[in-house]
């Protein structure tokens, strides 16, 4: 025994006489890379949403009947905007050069990018911000990478990482923002780029610390649903059930966009002249529906509290779709995940009123991902993304969901660049 002890103490000193050695990544070059454009991300984000709130207040006060020619003159200003400076594109140009354009994203779109959504945004318009943060947080990665000549998958990391940290800022969740722009690049059923996963990780996990000092943006969920306890093995029975329904809707926007698209497309005129017309029709429908207004981040919360008509619900349902798919055709830029939550949020509270002995949080969030998980067939990171922004500690219920929903999505993707692998 006192033979066995005196070996162990000589294995301890042995241990404790060499010297402290870190993970390889930690403090080296890469690292400090990632961390700096994680920064970068947090502060860029924290701007814009201080500048986008700021125009949205001044324009909120333009309400009632105002609010058409207030939608119709931003779409104007948006498209002279666009078609003066130049086309940033949409999300399908930021996955093309991800892809195909060895992960670069052109800086040169930012100024337009960011211009012509925040006066799409601010002005009441059916997308969000995550479009422009990831343009402009991806194409900073881009330019960062190249000031410290990285080629290869090196450069295309930083612009993922990018990416990531816009994501990032808008979620408020590190992890299902990183993997969100991992996932969103994918194709048929292969996720992509997994060696951009740790930067991604780091630059999300400082772009959020700064991005929170700056915003003040608080730790806990965005939406508050009430407090789940699942109390029946058929729970999942449920989620699966309600997350077919949310993807019919999901099909339904995704050839109601296809339509505006095809009836845009037709129109012969300028960009500005198709942004003020999208403008107008945009305006008519928060005329009669006010909460159909803005991207969903507080509405959805409106929506929560309120105690709506079942009729009532189906018609915001209807024109929300509508909404989206107009202001994504019509030239406004922005992104349509936050506003897909939103409808899936109004088909959970319709789902609600004809079942309403079965959980409202179950309902609402397997909705929320399955419409999310049909169009951006993002299913790992929208399970991920929703348990953050709402609480709902169960990531089985909304994985069941999110699958369903990616599951019986379309075969042609809404994203097209997610269509099949072809040579880089």
């Given at each position: 025994m006192k033979l066995k002890r005196r070996r162990k103490l000589v294995t301890y000193l042995n241990i404790l006489d060499q010297p402290i050695q870190f993970n390889p990544f930690v403090f080296s070059r890469k690292f400090i890379l990632w961390a700096l454009l994680g920064l970068f991300g947090g502060i860029i984000a924290s701007v814009y949403w201080i500048v986008l709130e700021f125009l949205t207040h001044q324009l909120s006060f333009f309400e009632g009947w105002l609010v058409i020619p207030t939608m119709a003159i931003c779409g104007l200003l948006a498209?002279?905007?666009?078609?003066?400076?130049?086309?940033?594109?949409?999300?399908?140009?930021?996955?093309?050069?991800?892809?195909?354009?060895?992960?670069?994203?052109?800086?040169?779109?930012?100024?337009?990018?960011?211009?012509?959504?925040?006066?799409?945004?601010?002005?009441?318009?059916?997308?969000?911000?995550?479009?422009p943060l990831v343009q402009v947080t991806g194409s900073t990665g881009t330019w960062l990478g190249k000031l410290f000549r990285l080629k290869g998958e090196e450069l295309r990391s930083m612009s993922i990482a990018g990416m990531a940290s816009g994501f990032t800022a808008l979620f408020g969740a590190p992890l299902g923002g990183s993997l969100f722009s991992l996932e969103i690049l994918h194709h048929k059923h292969a996720v992509e780029y997994y060696k951009a996963i740790i930067p991604a990780f780091v630059a999300s996990s400082f772009s959020?610390?700064?991005?929170?000092?700056?915003?003040?943006?608080?730790?806990?969920?965005?939406?508050?649903?009430?407090?789940?306890?699942?109390?029946?093995?058929f729970d999942f029975a449920y989620a699966i059930l309600f997350a077919i329904s949310a993807t019919f809707v999901g099909w339904l926007f995704i050839f109601c966009t296809k339509f505006f698209k095809s009836a845009f497309g037709k129109l012969q005129a300028p960009i500005y002249v198709k942004t003020t017309i999208g403008g107008i029709a945009l305006g008519i429908i928060v005329f009669y529906l006010p909460i159909t207004r803005y991207f969903g981040h507080h509405e959805i919360s409106e929506l929560l509290v309120r105690d709506y008509s079942v009729s009532l619900l189906i018609a915001i349902l209807a024109f929300k779709i509508i909404a989206i798919a107009i202001t994504v055709t019509s030239g406004w830029r922005g992104g349509f995940i936050i506003p897909l939550f939103f409808c899936g949020a109004t088909l959970g509270l319709i789902i609600h009123q004809f079942l309403p002995s079965i959980s409202l949080s179950l309902t609402i969030v397997s909705c929320m991902a399955a419409i999310n998980a049909c169009v951006t067939r993002t299913p790992m990171s929208t399970t991920i993304l929703l348990a953050t922004l709402t609480g709902f500690t169960y990531f089985i219920p909304i994985l069941f969901a999110s699958l369903t929903g990616y599951f019986l999505a379309p075969r042609i993707p809404f994203i097209s660049s997610q269509m099949e692998n072809i040579d880089e």
């Open positions: 498209g002279l905007v666009i078609h003066f400076i130049g086309d940033p594109g949409e999300i399908h140009l930021i996955v093309n050069n991800i892809r195909f354009n060895k992960g670069r994203l052109d800086p040169k779109n930012n100024p337009s990018m960011v211009l012509s959504s925040l006066l799409c945004i601010a002005s009441g318009g059916s997308l969000g911000p995550e479009a959020y610390i700064i991005f929170a000092l700056i915003v003040h943006l608080g730790i806990g969920p965005t939406w508050n649903l009430p407090s789940y306890e699942m109390q029946d093995k």
